[in-house]
């Protein structure tokens, strides 16, 4: 009977939206779907994201709408907030461009859209996304000869988690880095900024050649690779989310990233995120963990000075332990990567979370060309790292 009383709300939404004559239909037919349709009343159509297993409210969704060509509709999220400043980023061409709907109209409950004539099946996401399937799409168009990838573990549910690694061929490294992102499944515009720092890496170019042959890179792109594939939330989820693993490792994605970082011993270890949706967190900056490494202060001074993509990092806009959110109450759950990284690397000289904003970084709009601008510039400020540092003054 409980049953029959779930699907009955459903079926009348089913019937109101027939019964207005409308043939839209919204669902989460597209990579990484999240969304549950309510209904639809006239031109309204009230929807939720799916939390799936987060222990408190998060803001990823991803919908498709078809059959609304012509049709001006509201999209009202009822449960919590779940746009940014700049509304969804939409999708005439099933993924292949996206762009941001215009400021006018959106809060961060709910937009209004009017598709265009010919729109039989547009794509709506909280913010830009980026898949495995994009990152096979980067690679495809690298030179091969120049880099190794392969399968670092299973997921949890089955999947290949993928790595990418270049070593400097005719001397050893004289920087070690390991670069990872998506230990929050749900902050996808993030590896714009680590596919733009892999791509210094392999571009043809002056900077290209000597990072080659100077520095040896890891990348793991998807730590929680299953819900970066399913449009998960992965913030908060239950027990722990990935970031909060690292004293038990549940998943097998942070022991094996562990494990390679462990095998490896970087230098250098850079985390890549995304910080809260709406308002404040508008810039980038690092939470700096309790005992940050020796050369936290130098390398934020060199990504500032070597930033390329006019996101305006600011290194005042960092955030010390013990300020704002960074506090040893956030952490109760679990060591995060970047502590572990600072205990059990002996020689580590950074290991620090990136925030990358989703709609504003300092009154600059990001868009994917500028993050990956700004990881080009970060993997300058890596090459500095060894050319300047010497001459540098080492903060206490
Ligand atoms: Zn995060």
Redesign the pocket.
């Given at each position: 009977m409980k049953q029959y009383l779930l699907i009955l709300p459903a079926i009348a939404a089913l019937l109101l939206a027939s019964c207005t004559g409308s043939e839209v239909i919204v669902d989460k037919n597209l990579p990484a779907g999240n969304i549950v349709f309510e209904r639809m009343v006239n031109d309204t159509v009230y929807v939720h994201q799916e939390l799936r297993g987060s222990k408190k409210a998060w803001f990823y969704w991803a919908f498709r709408v078809t059959g609304a060509q012509g049709k001006k509709l509201t999209f009202v999220f009822t449960k919590s907030f779940a746009l940014c400043e700049r509304g969804p980023v939409v999708s005439l061409d099933k993924g292949k461009t996206y762009g941001y709907l215009a400021e006018e109209g959106a809060t961060k409950f709910q937009f209004t859209y009017t598709f265009p004539a010919d729109a039989r099946e547009v794509w709506f996401y909280e913010c830009h996304p980026y898949t495995p399937e994009m990152w096979e799409a980067f690679l495809k168009t690298q030179d091969k000869s120049l880099f190794e990838t392969g399968v670092l573990c299973k997921s949890r549910e089955g999947r290949d988690v993928p790595y990418f690694r270049m070593t400097p061929r005719h001397a050893a490294p004289r920087l070690s880095v390991v670069v990872s992102c998506r230990?929050?499944c749900s902050?996808a515009p993030a590896e714009y900024v680590v596919e733009g720092l892999t791509a210094a890496f392999l571009e043809d170019s002056e900077l290209g050649e000597w990072l080659r042959e100077h520095v040896q890179l890891n990348v793991v792109p998807f730590v929680d690779m299953d819900g970066a594939v399913k449009g998960d939330q992965g913030?908060w989820r239950l027990p722990h989310d990935h970031?909060r693993d690292y004293t038990d490792f549940l998943y097998p994605e942070t022991a094996a990233l562990a494990s390679l970082i462990a095998e490896t011993q970087p230098d250098i270890f850079l985390d890549i995120?995304?910080?809260k949706l709406y308002k404040g967190d508008n810039f980038i900056y690092t939470p700096f963990i309790e005992n940050p490494a020796p050369l936290e202060a130098v390398f934020s001074q060199l990504v500032e000075k070597y930033q390329e993509g006019d996101l305006n990092y600011q290194t005042s806009d960092d955030l010390h332990f013990g300020e704002g959110w960074n506090v040893p109450n956030n952490y109760v759950d679990g060591l995060n990567v970047v502590t572990w990284v600072r205990q059990n690397i002996q020689d580590i000289k950074v290991s620090r979370?990136f925030?990358i904003p989703f709609a504003y970084a300092n009154g600059a709009l990001v868009y994917p060309d500028k993050m990956r601008k700004f990881g080009h510039g970060m993997a300058r400020a890596l090459r500095a790292v060894v050319e300047e540092v010497p001459k540098t003054p080492i903060e206490p």
């Open positions: 230990h929050h902050e913030k970031n995120h995304n910080p979370t925030e």
